[in-house]
C-alpha cells in the first residue's frame, strides 16, 4: 500500500514536500511515479524515478521539482519549488514492477495568494 502525504495551501512561489510511503520495502519496485491531475483535467504524468535512481520530469516542472527515495524508510518524495497556480490539483503516487502497480490515494496541493 501506499499513502501519500504533504499537501496542502501554498502562496505562489512557494515550496511543498510531498512524500509517498510504502508499506513494504521499495527496493523491488522499478520505478516511482508522480501524476498530477488538476481540476477538471486528466492525470498527467510529472515525475518519475527508478530504482537506480534515475529520474524523468515533465516540461512543465522541470528545474522546479525534484524526486528522490529513500530505500531505508521506504519513502519517495517529491519536492516542489517555485510553486504555480497550474500546479493546484491532486497528486498521486504510483509504484511499479515488472508484475504489478499500485496507487496511493492523492494528495491536495492548492497554489493561490
Known amino acids: 500500500q501506499l499513502q501519500a502525504s504533504g499537501g496542502g495551501l501554498v502562496q505562489p512561489g512557494g515550496s511543498l514536500t510531498l512524500a509517498c510511503a510504502a508499506s513494504d520495502s521499495i527496493v523491488s519496485i522499478n520505478v516511482f511515479n508522480w501524476y498530477h491531475q488538476a481540476p477538471g483535467q486528466q492525470r498527467v504524468l510529472v515525475a518519475a524515478?527508478?530504482?537506480?535512481?534515475?529520474?524523468l520530469y515533465a516540461d512543465s516542472v522541470k528545474g522546479r521539482f525534484s524526486l528522490s527515495r529513500d530505500n531505508v524508510k521506504n519513502t519517495v518524495y517529491l519536492q516542489m519549488n517555485s510553486l504555480k497556480p497550474d500546479d493546484t490539483g491532486g497528486y498521486y503516487c504510483?509504484?511499479?514492477?515488472?508484475?504489478?502497480?499500485?496507487w496511493g490515494q492523492g494528495t491536495l496541493v492548492t497554489v493561490s495568494s
Open positions: 524515478i527508478s530504482n537506480k535512481g534515475d529520474t
Open positions: 504510483n509504484a511499479q514492477t515488472m508484475t504489478w502497480s499500485s
